[in-house]
């Protein structure tokens, strides 16, 4: 059990860690979501699916500790504060490039469940299949979201043509 | 890739893989070291496998009587929870379903949660018999964020799901919970929420350790030795049930010299803190002055 455990850490601590970085307001609350995640996931170790399903059922974790963090105050206690030193002191580095403010304008402004497909497809890279395994929905439901959320951005940001192509993520159609 | 995706794909915050330092590895033991697994869900699901039948029948005949209190406090022990110190494991408390509908008139459903202490999917299958796909949870919190909603999904289209959540607010009580779906709903959604922690039962999510409601409300306790702040727990039949030392690493320690000085605390389990402490006194910050200040500006 802890070997499984130590596995699963090893193999998707990157992943985590980099999903929570994308989306997590201060360092702070990433290195808290990072604990948490990894904790439910210690916690319920018998419910982490086989394979690379485990990477997912972990971003469907990380996905609600951090909407539970956004909703309210919620302190773990002190389980990763060198992590928390080390997100601080890397704080900071990452700038937004050049000429594309309007884009990531756009995408803030779209609803939350827009950005999190539009997010899972084009950073994390994953499937509809996936994605719908993040949600907890089916493939196909993921999918017709991620085809809403591509024609809402499309609409903000003014780019056109976005019809057959936009619904083609990694060789499956809508 | 498309080009709206190549768009949002040259705006990922964090295209880099983190560079893994020494902090990923303390987190990993840090987990190993403070909780244990919960047992296999293989063996509550053919438990309840046996169960949910009658809970069926018996909920068809209105048959109530759940209660909303942990187990073991007020309900004079004739809680089956109590003595078996996990709920839903004897026949009397899986008899009861766990919602109550009751329809609202305008084609929606007012739903009672009759028991907080529930396996999440119980919820699931009543709420799925009457064509719902609603997932319900609650996790142990400390006094302070009990009964708060921490996380909430919805289909996104339609009128969301409405709670009302009360009575809350000691660490005995319990919680009155009620949900409005409104006329059309089917789901997907699912509903968080904390709620009081069981005695024993380790906190999820923990409040301030000085916040209304929790043990240390009103305690001026940053820098107290831990003799002293002992003194204080023990007044509230509380104690320490855990140190950090080494305030750079977060080491767990079982104790600590008397005359350290107690760096920070946080709620652990009813009854119980976790303690970080120093050999020397900890130099607070103006945020913490203030937020000290704060905490003790409501107190007599």
Redesign the interface.
Known sequence: ??DR??AI??AC???I??YV??RAETPDDA?DA??ET??TA??????VPEGEAALHWLYGVAR?VL??QR?????????????????AA?AGT?E??EG?EH??AA?DAL?E?DREV??L???EGLTGEQIGRVL??TGVAARIRLHRA?KR??KE?G?T??GR??S??RGEHL | ?????R????????PL????????A???E???A?????????ARRTRWAVVIPAAGALAVAGVIGASLLPPGRGTGGSDPAATTGRPGIGPQAAAAATLRFEPTGDGGYKVTVKDLYADPERYRAEFRKRGFDI?LSFTPASPS?AG??????DP?TGKPIEHVIKDCDSPGGGCAVSLKIPAGYRG?G?L?F?RPAKPGEQYS????ADAPGELLHCVKWRNLTVDDLRAVLAKKNAKIAEF?VN????EPAADVPGDWRVH?V?P?APGEV?V?ADERPAELTPEQRAAEDKALASCD
């Open positions: 059990m802890r455990f130590e850490y090893d601590y990157p992943a860690h980099q970085a994308r290195a990072i604990s990894f904790l210690w916690r319920r170790i018998h419910d609600r909407a539970n909703r309210g105050a919620v302190r773990r206690a002190g389980l990763s504060d060198r992590l928390r030193d080390e997100l890397s990452y937004l490039p594309l884009v990531r995408f609803p469940r539009l997010a497809a084009c950073w907890g929905c591509r951005l499309a940001i780019v043509g976005e192509t936009a083609v993520l | 890739m498309s080009k709206i995706d768009m949002v794909a040259a705006i990922d915050p964090a893989p983190p560079e893994r330092g020494p902090g990923a303390e987190l990993r840090n987990i190993l403070a909780a244990s697994p919960a047992p296999a869900r293989r997932r964020l708060r909603l921490v996380f909430a999904e996104g997907p699912a968080g904390a999510s923990a409040g301030l950090r305030m750079a690493k977060s920070d946080a652990w976790l970080w």
